[in-house]
T-cell receptor, first 114, second 114 residues
Framework: AQTVTQSQPEMSVQEAETVTLSCTYD???????LFWYKQPPSRQMILVIR??????QNATENRFSVNFQKAAKSFSLKISDSQLGDAAMYFC???????????FGSGTKLNVKP | DGGITQSPKYLFRKEGQNVTLSCEQN?????MYWYRQDPGQGLRLIYY???????QKGDIAEGYSVSREKKESFPLTVTSAQKNPTAFYLC?????????????FGDGTRLSIL
């Protein structure tokens, strides 16, 4: 069974600083996709970044980057130069290759202090 | 603009009553999904559909029913058999295929018991 674990229920970061959110997952598959979604207070789910497991290169989207460690089944999200608008719940998600079912972690609430 | 529309935004259910949550998308996505989100928890899959006139149970399907008569629409009925329906419900859609496109989400419906 696939499971996704986010061990940090809540984190805080000072504005302009860097923060890393952790995510681990369990799977027996070799090909899959990983995602980070952001859910601000408006409750809208917004895609932050997507990683394909067969690609060794870590995905990057502007201030957001991931550290993908396939052997360790770890997929952490790094937010650089944190902004007040980054404050939200962040969910890590796993999706098996060629099967669009998603498995979500329990989320990490990120607070950004001015 | 293309997107996913969920209605209503807020819904109240009386004891013994069935209620239906609407989800419409104009993204031409084949797959659609319903998730339930409880406070402090991640998203749990209720039902999903990869193609018209076909759908599968997710992890918490008991007390819920769906239909997929049109590609654009995937309504969710919360039946009286669902004893704890108070939650935030999110609908999502995605393309199907080998590259696991990300899911796009609606703005959600908050269901409460009267």
């Amino acid at each position: 069974a696939q499971t996704v674990t986010q061990s940090q229920p809540e984190m805080s970061v000072q504005e302009a600083e860097t923060v890393t959110l952790s995510c681990t997952y369990d799977t027996s598959e070799s090909d899959y996709y990983l995602f980070w979604y952001k859910q601000p207070p408006s409750r809208q789910m917004i895609l932050v970044i997507r990683q394909e497991a067969y690609k060794q290169q870590n995905a990057t989207e502007n201030r957001f980057s991931v550290n993908f460690q396939k052997a360790a089944k770890s997929f952490s999200l790094k937010i650089s130069d944190s902004q007040l608008g980054d404050a939200a719940m962040y969910f890590c998600a796993y999706s098996p290759y060629n099967f669009n079912k998603f498995y979500f972690g329990s989320g990490t609430k990120l607070n950004v202090k001015p | 603009d293309g997107g996913i529309t969920q209605s209503p935004k807020y819904l109240f259910r009386k004891e013994g009553q069935n209620v239906t949550l609407s989800c419409e998308q104009n993204l031409n996505h084949d797959a659609m999904y319903w998730y339930r989100q409880d406070p402090g928890q991640g998203l749990r899959l209720i039902y999903y559909s990869q193609i018209v006139n076909d759908f599968q149970k997710g992890d918490i399907a008991e007390g819920y029913s769906v239909s997929r008569e049109k590609k654009e629409s995937f309504p969710l009925t919360v039946t009286s058999a669902q004893k704890n329906p108070t939650a935030f419900y999110l609908c999502a859609s995605s393309h199907t295929g080998q590259d696991n496109q990300p899911q796009h989400f609606g703005d959600g419906t908050r269901l409460s018991i009267l």
